[in-house]
C-alpha cells in the first residue's frame, strides 16, 4: 500500500491498495491546528486498514510538498518522513497540486485546459495549469505555479476554467505517487514548495553578551 500525508491546506491522510483502490482515508479541513490532529488521523487510518495491510503492507509513503504554508506543509512532510523513517520505506514527494488535478480529472474527465487555485493568503493565490495527464497517467502541468495577486487571478486567467481548491485528497495523492513509482520518475524535489521565503529570518546584526 501507499500512505498519502498532505497538510498544504486541511489535514488528510489516505492510504490505497497496490492497484490504486482506495483502503482509508481521513481528513480535517482545518487550515490550522495539524500537528494536533494528523497523529489522530494517521492512527484512525492505519487501524481501518490493518487487515489489509496484513497481506498488502505500506510499501511508500507519499507526501504533499505544496505549495502551502511553511509551518503547515513543514507539519505534513515530517509526519510522513518520521513513519517512512520508522518503517524503513521510501518517501515519495509529491505537488499537491497534481493531487488536486487528478481528482479533477478522474471526477469530470477533463481533457481540455484547468487552473488549480490555492489560496495562499496574504491575499495571493497559488495558481497551477494543467492539460489532461501525460502517457504516464499523472496530470500534466502546462504552466508551473506561480503565486498571483487575488485581486489579478480572473485578469491573469481569462476565459480558462478556474477550480478553487479548499481540500487535497490524501488517497489521490498517493494515486499520483504509485503512477510516478510505477514510470520511474521524480515529480519535485524533497524541498517544500513555499513559493514565497518564511516570515523568520536570521538577525544580522551581532548580539552582545553581558557580563
Known sequence: ?????????????????????????AAS?????????IGTLLERVLAEAAEAAEQDPVAHVAAGMGPGPFTGLRIGIAAARTFAL??????????????AALAVIE???LSEPFAILTDARRRETAVTVYE???????PHAVVDTVLVP?????????????????????????????????????????????LRAPDARPSAAVKRVGS
Open 132 to 138: 489532461g495527464i501525460d502517457v504516464d497517467g499523472i
Open 29 to 37: 479541513g482545518e487550515p490550522l491546528g495539524h500537528a494536533e490532529i
Open 107 to 109: 471526477e469530470e474527465c
Open 150 to 194: 487575488r485581486d489579478e487571478v480572473d485578469a491573469r486567467l481569462g476565459a480558462l476554467r478556474r477550480i478553487d481548491v479548499t481540500a487535497v485528497s490524501a488517497t489521490a495523492l498517493a494515486r499520483v505517487a504509485r503512477r510516478a513509482l510505477a514510470a520511474g520518475r521524480t515529480l519535485t524535489g524533497s524541498e517544500p514548495i513555499y
Open 86 to 99: 520508522g518503517r524503513g520505506i521510501p518517501v515519495v514527494p509529491v505537488p499537491s497540486h497534481h493531487a
Open 1 to 25: 500500500m501507499i500512505l498519502g500525508v498532505d497538510t498544504s491546506l486541511g489535514t488528510a491522510v489516505g492510504l490505497i491498495a497496490r492497484d490504486g483502490r482506495t483502503v482509508a482515508e
